[in-house]
Every structure is written in C-alpha cells, then in structure tokens.
C-alpha cells in the first residue's frame, strides 16, 4: 500500500494543526529553558596532583613523594596517561582519562583519583603537604567583576570579597567563585644582629623555639573516680605578641623573649604573586563560573542582582565593575540571530509576495520557518545540545536551507498557478535542480570537514563536541536528502 502523506495531511487538517502548534510552543517553551552559553561545555578528563614539600630537593620529591603517589595513581582504571614533574620543594602529577570515558563517569573516577592519593597520602613524610587534587580545568569564568575601596585596608577588602563570595556561590547555576589579587598575610621576624650578638643568642635557638611551638600534642586524661576529663594543652598562636613572646629554648641562665632579639610584625609575603588593579588602584578580582547546564543569561541576572544588593549595604567607598561579563555576550548573540531570523522572514515574504499570487501558499511557505526550528529546539534537549555560537550557527544554516527549499517550491507552484500540466511542473523542478544539487553539497561538505576536524582534534568522538559533530553531520544529510526529494 502506497503511503501518500499529503492525502492523509488534508484529511486530517485539525491534527496536523495540532502538531503544528505543539512544534512551536514546545520549542518556544525548550528556549527558554534550556541551557545558553557562549561556547559548547568541554568536559576536560585531565587533572593535577599537587604536593608541596617544603626544603626536599627534586630527588627527593621524585622518591619520597611523586614515586608513591604515581604508583598509587596507576592502580586505576581508566587511565590513559600519567605524567609527574619534582623539582625542588614541589611535586606535580598530571592524570589523563581515556577519551572512551564517558562525560557522565568523569566525576566518579575523580573520586576514586582523591580516594588513592588520600590512602597514599600517609605513607609520605610528616613534613609534607596533603596532596591536592585539582580537577576544575573545565570551569569558564564567565563572570569578572573588580572589587575597589578607597580609604580601607587590604585585609577589609578581603572581608567584603568573601562576603561576596560567600552569597555568590549560594545561588542556583553558579559552580564556582575564586578571587583574585589577595595577597598572603605573614609574620615577619627580624632577627637584630647586634642585640643576638650582646645577649649570646644564636639564630638556631629562635629556629628551634619557633619549630617547637603552635603544635597539637596528645595531652591524655585524667580519672577522676567516676569521671574522665580530657587535659589540653592550649598554647597556639592567636595574636603577633603571642610570638613575641614565647622565651627562647636552649639559651642557658637567662630568660629571653624573642622581642628582645627581633623585631615581629605582621605584613604581607613579599614580592607579592598575585596582584591586581583597576585604573592605576588596588583592587580585587571576582571571577564567577557557572554551570554547564544552566541558562548563564538567568544566572548572570541573579548574579548581578546579588551584588547590588551588597553594595548597598558596604561603605560609599566600596565599588563593583564589571570587567568582563559572558551572560551579556551570549544574550546579544541570541538577539542577533533572532534579528537575523527575522530579516530572513521579510526578505522571504517580500521575494515570495512578488512571485506569488495566493496569501495562502505565502502563508504555508513562512510556516515551515519556525516550525521547522520549533521542531529543532524541541530535540535539542534530548541530545544533550544547549543554545551556543555552534547550535546558533546549525540553525542558521537550516533556515537558509528551508529558505532555498521555499523558493524551489515558488517556482514548482508557480507553475502549477498557470494550469501547466504535470510534466512543465517536473521541467521546472529539474530547471532549478543542478543549482541546489551543488549547494546541498557544498553545505554538506562543509559540516562533515567540521565534523572531521573536530574527530582530529579529540581523536575520538568525545563527549558535548561529540554530539554536536554528530548532530552537524545529521543537519547536513538531512539537507542532502532533503534536496534529493526536491528533485525527485
């Protein structure tokens, strides 16, 4: 039996309407609530461990540390590379994931990635940091704002950008928030030369008093017939004077305090690693990242929303800039194209209303438009896409190429309004075929050297850009066949 989709289409007009409209909300409805970003989200299967051992050299480290941690590391599975680099006083191991891994399975082997180093982690010297496993490559600070205050301290700007920070990351969407430009706070001790040389002290028994200091010991308990109370012993560090203090060990007779041989103050490391300013004055960095799967345009809102809500209970002299803000990006790219959409309707409707003579097959030709891209919204959450500069960029061809199949419909209808017979509506068709042939070709040629380049880069189909090479290749035989029927 025969299947003839325009006799069943006229027949039932109230359900192909139906499914007409329900393409259009359903997309309008996916728009705006799927995810927007200015560029595909990239899921990185790379991460780094980090160990800082304070006066090793980088033999050292290398047997000590990164041996121990790279053999811990290699029991995983699902490793493609590892690769360690000691050099003095720091140890660097850089994991890589095979590119079969999931994006969905990622998180998980970074759990048994912190669980390893962990469990290895007791098997390297006291003097040694806890490793730190850094695995946030992928994050994309979209968001950077720079933090001003005239007339406060840099430890009061510190306050106000944790405060930020804090409420910052609060908000639904936002993944992460780092600031940039603190700078370390420190205690200086300066040992005077003079005073150590009058007074007999020699510059190892300050080293050993500081040494032996401001740690926790295991002080026991004491029973007491019926009742066990626990002894501490609570000598820490609280304040500069707390050093100054403290009476030097191994100093024979006489009880010195370390201000009588140096000078303690508190200050900030020099030279300082990380600094910023805005417009010639100090300032701090707010970097925002958000997540992946969320509309950045809502989030940047809140975010900005948030902030202004801040400031208006900081000092007049704190201020808030914007230095760079992706949400305003991404939503001028999605006016763009929704403008160029919208030229590209006019200029059908101006080009079809001088060839055609019926409202109603003008109004048939500028339907196929948004439902078309109705349809194509309504998948995109299906196959895991989101607005960006990439889907933007398929959408735009597929309305250029609903907007070629519109004018070859023109000319077949066109010749079908003058009362030609079947065969000069076939000529017409094949008059215009040889064109759209070779453009449906070249579109199509065009998305597979996309598709391929992007297998070459990842070497392997890979994650977001896998589906979205996918979902390009699919776009482009859609075309290839579409133009087949056409001539056909």
């Known amino acids: 039996m025969e299947l003839d989709f325009s006799r069943w289409g006229l027949s039932n007009r109230k ?18 609530i799927m995810p927007k ?80 180093v962990s469990n290895a982690a007791s098997s390297l010297p006291s003097t040694a940091s806890t490793p730190q496993v850094r695995d946030d490559f992928g994050d ?58 009058n007074l007999g002290v020699m510059p190892i028994e300050v080293i050993q008093t500081l040494n032996n200091q401001n740690s926790t010991t295991y002080s026991g308990y004491y029973d007491n017939g019926t009742h066990r109370v626990r002894v501490t012993v609570d000598d820490r560090f609280k304040q500069v004077e707390d050093i100054a203090n403290m009476i030097i060990q191994g100093h024979d007779d006489e009880q010195l305090r370390i201000s009588d041989v140096a000078k303690v103050y508190k200050g900030y490391a020099d030279p300082t690693r990380n600094e ?19 509309d950045i345009i809502k989030v940047g809102k809140q975010v900005k929303k948030t902030i202004n809500e801040l400031s208006k209970t900081m000092p007049l002299g704190v201020k808030f800039e914007k230095v760079f803000n992706q949400p305003e990006r991404v939503e001028t790219a999605l006016n763009t194209f929704l403008v160029n959409l919208l030229e590209s309707v006019l200029i059908v409707v101006v080009v079809l209303g001088l060839t055609l003579m019926s409202f109603r097959a003008l109004l048939i030709v500028l339907l196929t438009m948004p439902v078309s891209i109705g349809a194509g919204l309504l998948l995109f959450p299906h196959l895991g896409l989101g607005v960006n500069i990439m889907t933007l960029g398929g959408l735009a061809v597929a309305v250029g190429d609903i907007v070629d199949s519109a004018i070859i419909f023109t000319e077949i209808f066109r010749r079908r309004m003058r009362g030609n017979p079947k065969a000069d509506i076939l000529a017409a068709a094949l008059e215009v075929a040889p064109g759209v042939a070779f453009s449906g070709l070249i579109i199509g040629l065009s998305l597979l050297t996309i598709v391929l380049g992007s297998l070459l880069v990842l070497n392997g189909f890979d994650g977001t850009l896998q589906r979205v090479s996918l979902a390009a290749f699919i776009l482009a035989m859609g075309m290839l066949v579409d133009n087949a029927i056409v001539i056909v």
């Not at 560029?39 to 041996?67: C, F, N, R, W």
């Open 276 to 294: 910023m300013k805005r417009d010639g004055q100090r300032a701090l960095g707010i970097s925002i990242a958000g997540v992946a799967d969320k």
């Open 140 to 197: 994309v600070y979209g968001m950077f704002y720079a933090l001003t205050a005239d007339g406060l301290t840099d430890q009061e700007m510190s306050d106000y950008a944790e405060l930020v920070k804090r409420n910052v990351a609060d908000i639904e969407g936002v993944s992460r928030v780092e600031i940039y430009g603190q700078r370390q706070e420190c205690i200086y001790i300066e040992m005077r030369q003079d005073k150590m040389a």
């Open 37 to 116: 970003l200015e560029d595909p989200a990239i899921k990185v299967k790379q991460a780094m461990v980090i160990t800082v051992y304070p006066g090793a050299s980088a033999h050292e480290v290398e047997l000590e540390v990164t041996d121990k941690l790279e053999k811990a590391i290699r029991e995983m599975s699902g490793i493609d590379n590892v690769q360690s680099q000691s050099m003095n006083d720091l140890s660097l191991i850089t994991v890589e994931l095979e590119t079969t891994v999931k994006d969905a399975d990622v998180e998980q082997l970074w759990d048994i990635l912190r669980r390893k």
């Open 15 to 32: 359900l192909v309407s139906f499914f007409v409209a329900i393409l259009v909300v359903g997309g309008i409805v996916s728009y705006s």
